[in-house]
Every structure is written in C-alpha cells, then in structure tokens.
C-alpha cells in the first residue's frame, strides 16, 4: 500500500509532536491509529530515524500490542474478549461461530470490507460475559443470536 501526502503529513506530524516526550512510542502510535485507523509499515522509517530505533524495533512495538492494525480495517470493528472470564462462559464458541458466519479469521475483514474482526484481551464487563465491542460499543452476554442482530446492525448502518 502507498500512502498518500496527507497521510505521511500526519504521521510526520505526530513524529514531531511526540518527539521529544519521555515514553512517547504508545502514544504516538495511538494518535496514528486514531487518525488513519492503523500503525502503516511504511510509517516505521521516519519513526525509527526520529526516535534512533531500528525499523525492527518499531514493528516488535507494533505487533507486541494486540491493539494495533498495520492494514486498514473495515468499516465496522468487531473485538471478541479472550479474557478468562469472558473464556469461561462460552467466548471461544461465540468467535468460532463469528468466524464461520463471517467467513474470515481474527486480523480479517470481510470481503465487502464491512466488517474486520479482531481479539482482544479484556474489555472489563466481566461480569457480563462474554463481552464484545462493536467499533465503540461494549456489549454483554452474548449470545450467536445477539451476535447475529450486532452484526446485522453493523452492516446496516
């Protein structure tokens, strides 16, 4: 993928903002995200000559983080809790069923880019397991029927 001026306009500009900020990598790499909805490879050169890492250590940072894409995702974010919580009452069912009714894999998206899902590690609704996020929106006690209506309403928005 290529990016274009502007998004190399904004990386640069956060490389800059948070330059010279003790501990500035996760932030960085938060207001990136925030703005082009993924941390792009292409962006590891000016970060590793800016703050004197290596392109290596800055893609180790990348994907150390579960929260980090490296490619665009979707229109909608569907995350599905792995915690042990969300485990013990039935998640690893409900991302099976997401994955056959989706047709895709964690780190995927849909072929009509509608929907990317996506693990994550605690959403902390533990006590409405198991939890999902669509894009900004904690739900609980999910169910293969509720997920159906998430997504359904997802696609349809």
């Known amino acids: 993928m290529t990016l274009s001026s502007k998004q190399i306009e904004k990386i640069n500009k956060h490389v800059q903002k948070y330059q010279n900020v003790p501990g500035a990598l996760l932030p960085l790499m938060h207001a990136i995200q925030d703005d082009l909805g993924f941390v792009p490879e292409e962006s ?6 800016a703050y004197n890492l290596s392109v290596a250590e800055i893609h180790g940072f990348v994907t150390f983080y579960h929260h980090f894409r490296t ?6 974010i569907l995350q599905i809790c792995r915690a042990e919580s969300c485990q013990s009452m039935g998640s690893e069912e409900l991302e099976n069923y997401c994955q056959k009714k ?3 894999n964690y780190h995927e998206t849909t072929e009509d880019n509608l929907i990317t899902l996506e ?3 605690c959403l902390g609704n533990c006590a409405c397991s198991p939890a999902v996020m669509i894009n900004e929106e904690v739900i609980g ?5 509720k997920i159906d209506q998430i997504i359904e309403d997802a696609v349809d928005s």
């Open 44 to 49: 590891y050169q000016p970060i590793s000559k």
């Open 102 to 104: 989706l047709g895709i």
């Open 71 to 76: 490619h665009l995702p979707g229109k909608n």
């Open 119 to 121: 693990p994550v590690y």
């Open 141 to 145: 006690r999910v169910t293969p029927e």
